[in-house]
């Protein structure tokens, strides 16, 4: 209540000393305004987005199955059968592998590349263009690629012909799942479709570092090299690093591609979240009802993971409250 | 003050949001293109679906004969890759659902309604359909598909090469096991059963004496017999004898062909590019025996056209799929032999087929009616999911055959139980 009292009479002010008196009423009326420019807006997500999200969660708790319009209502047991599902359960493990994997070894590779290519002195606008174009390749194209030509089990696969020059006998990277190898092939395609873009975001963090700050750490006899680079430039590159990972991990969480291109859910390992829930409810089963729960439940994860994280390394807090 | 800053924060935040969020969805609205584009013409509009045949000149063949049907405009959707039930099943939920699409008898389709009664149309001509293929799409007397081909799937095998490494054609596993191991060079490998070894799920199954489901609708999979036949396959394929990640699946010729492999399991379908490649040097035969009371089998796979009971034409489309795939025996020919070879399942038709009568297309069609198993319409996409997993998890990976057979089984059971009560 105060904050209309205070408004009301704040307001005739300014609306005095304006000349332009007919567009008082479109100014004098935030809530209006409000309305007028997020309406159109509105309306649109309430149509693409929320109601798709409530029809999702609607559908979890119906027995669904070839329709999306159910009519017998089925409680938690989609629930249910998701959380037992070991397909589901495990399609967690293979993500928090892959995060684990993908994560640092992006992180490490862009910012190994920013760093070399910063210190260029010519062709520099040539290389950042040479890293950076993996970035506009499809992500089915670049893993159909590693697939049939880089990672094929026959012998004129190109792994196993530079094997083969030393004796290594033929691999088959994807039918086998031990040892692991899918994973070399996920990973490698990944990191050469990714660290272009991520280097990019880091050679502009380091091009705003200021020169004066290795001036005086120069003068100070701070050594070239590993020292300078530990205490000056890592802790300048602190605010691009944590978004840098925050979207490497958001990335990780959308993984399906590739996965579903080079693994196949023919599989039972390498299942990323989505590809199994593309198997429950898009796939061949046609289950909407336990594919919404599981996209419930993977939601309530993301949430819950995303909260997690802002707390403890701080990211989307004030600058001042740091 | 803090109240007003605070709902400021608010709107910003909800505005950040929605540009957000209504980017993500622009961006999955894109990509409805579905075949339809452009058609225009008179009178009615129909859309079918295929799945992208790997010969030469089908996708022409089929836009040929849809453009000689002179009731309805009919446009097509050629579906390339491996993701074709995928795209079909979550296109017949949406307005742009095929008026006729092709699949494989599966019961939850008719049990949800998703297919029409075709009965009307094949009844008249029902004496001369192969009676295995009218009961594969029969469910409580009324007939739901009509077959337009049947592949049945066996081993192709290079003469040549068995003759020099001394091999007699397997008829059991363990013969196979062992041609494998002679015939693997460090240039060639003894068999190819495809890159994830789904393909010989069901023939393992029969040829061990075992079944996908029994007559009255129980699991009939999880027998002994198929567990040994699943360790053998797992020795088979860590053997270093089994041709795997090859870069053509095994529904192509192309291992075969190019010498990647002396034994390939693949479909009648290839036949005609592989004696294109190989000429005289090729031979077939069943999958063999699994155990002692097992028996050498052969799986009749195939497709049917089915009408989506769900469309706005559904008379029209009974009518074209009448035409075509009752009527127009030309043309029924013309598609079972031209191109891939595919066994016709009209009797009348298979009579006049003179491609598959003699050589090598003959020894095809006789496995067919001697070892041949049919699809079985309660075979579910589900259950053959939970199945196909249960092999990755005991072939592929290394787990016991018994305990994946048994969350199998466990699955199938509870899927039988929502489809027949």
């Known amino acids: 209540m105060s904050t209309t009292t205070t408004r009301g009479v704040a307001q005739p002010a300014p609306a005095k000393a304006s000349p332009a008196r007919p567009r008082r009423g479109l100014r004098g009326n935030p809530t209006f305004n409000f309305w007028l420019f997020t309406g159109p807006f509105l309306v649109g997500l309430a149509i693409f987005v929320f109601v798709p999200i409530f029809w999702s969660i609607w559908l979890s708790f119906f027995d669904a199955r070839f329709t999306v319009t159910p009519s017998k209502f089925i409680g938690f047991d989609n629930y249910k059968s998701m959380l037992t599902n070991s397909n589901f359960t495990g399609s967690l493990v293979t993500f928090t592998v892959f995060a684990a994997l993908i994560v640092p070894l992006t992180w490490a590779l862009s910012l190994g590349l920013a760093l070399l290519v910063h210190r260029l002195r010519f062709m520099r606008a040539f290389f950042r263009s040479v890293f950076f174009l993996p970035t506009a390749v499809s992500y089915v194209a670049a893993a159909l690629i590693w697939k049939m030509s880089i990672f094929t089990g026959v012998r004129f696969g190109l792994m196993n012909t530079v094997l083969g020059w030393f004796g290594v006998e033929n691999i088959a990277y994807l039918s086998d799942p031990n040892p692991p190898w899918y994973w070399l092939v996920i990973v490698t395609v990944r990191l050469w479709l990714q660290a272009g873009f991520y280097m990019i975001l880091f050679l502009a963090a380091l091009q705003n570092i200021p020169a004066e700050l290795y001036e005086a750490a120069a003068i100070d006899g701070a050594k070239p090299g590993w020292q300078t680079f530990r205490y000056i430039t890592l802790p300048q590159l602190r605010a691009t690093s944590t978004a840098v990972i925050l979207l490497l991990l958001v990335a990780a969480y959308q993984a399906f591609d590739e996965f579903f291109n080079i693994i196949s859910i023919k599989a039972t390992w390498g299942q990323t979240p989505l590809m199994v829930l593309y198997k429950t409810a898009l796939g061949d089963n046609q289950d909407y009802g336990a594919g919404s729960a599981g996209a419930v439940i993977l939601t309530v994860l993301i949430c819950a993971v995303t909260l997690l994280q802002g707390k403890f390394m701080g990211f989307g807090r004030g600058e001042d409250s740091k | ?421």
């Not at chain 2, 993500?24 to 992208?52: E, K, W």
């Not at chain 2, 890759?81 to 099943?89: M, P, R, V, Y």
């Not at chain 2, 190819?192 to 079944?211: E, K, Q, R, V």
């Not at chain 2, 990976?397 to 899927?415: F, I, R, S």
């Open chain 2, 1 to 421: 003050m803090s109240a007003l800053s605070n709902s400021n924060w608010d709107r910003r935040n909800v505005l950040r949001a929605a540009m957000g969020l209504a980017a993500a969805g622009g961006l999955a609205a894109c990509g409805s293109n579905n075949g339809r584009g452009g058609s225009g013409g008179s009178g009615t509009q129909l859309t079918q679906m295929f799945h992208a045949y790997g010969e030469a000149g089908t996708e022409q063949a089929i836009k040929r004969y849809a453009a000689a049907y002179k009731d309805a405009n009919v446009t097509t959707n050629w579906i390339t890759g491996n993701t074709f039930e995928a795209k079909l099943f979550s296109s017949l939920l949406t307005k742009q659902a095929p008026d006729v699409f092709e699949f494989h008898p599966q019961i939850q389709m008719v049990k949800s309604g998703q297919v029409a009664d075709l009965t009307d149309i094949i009844g008249p001509v029902k004496d001369d359909f192969n009676p295995a293929d009218i009961k594969s799409h029969t469910v409580d007397g009324k007939i739901y598909g009509v077959r337009m081909i049947d592949d049945p799937q066996f081993f192709f095998y290079r003469k040549s090469m068995l003759e020099k490494a001394k091999v007699d054609v397997p008829t059991t596993l363990d013969e196979l096991l062992e041609a494998a191991e002679k015939l693997t060079t460090n240039k060639v490998k003894g068999v190819f059963l495809g890159n994830d070894l789904t393909p010989a799920i069901n023939p393992l199954l029969w040829s061990a004496g075992a079944d996908t489901l029994t007559p009255d609708n129980k699991p009939a999979f999880h027998t002994d017999a198929v567990a040994a036949g699943m360790k053998q396959l797992r020795q088979l394929f860590t053997s270093g004898n089994l041709l795997l990640d090859a870069p053509a699946d095994y529904w192509d010729p192309s291992a075969i062909n190019q010498g990647l492999c002396a034994i390939q399991f693949c479909g009648m379908w290839a036949m005609p590019a592989m004696q294109k490649a190989l000429g005289d040097d090729l031979g077939v035969f069943p999958f063999p025996k699994v155990g002692d009371n097992g028996k050498q089998s052969v799986y009749n796979g195939g497709w049917s056209m089915f009408v989506n009971a769900k469309g706005k034409n559904v008379d029209a489309a009974k009518e074209y799929v009448k035409w075509l795939w009752i009527d127009q025996k030309q043309y029924q020919e013309d598609w079972a032999t031209s191109y891939g070879f595919h066994i016709p399942p009209r009797t009348s038709i298979a009579q006049s087929a003179t491609k598959l009568k003699s050589g090598l297309p003959a020894e095809g069609v006789k496995l067919f009616n001697e070892f041949g198993h049919f699809d079985n319409i309660g075979w579910t996409q589900a259950m053959i999911t939970a199945l196909t997993d249960a092999f990755a998890n005991s072939v592929r990976k290394n787990g016991d055959p018994n305990a994946a057979l048994a969350t199998a089984e466990k699955k199938v059971n509870a899927e039988l139980k929502k489809l027949f009560g």
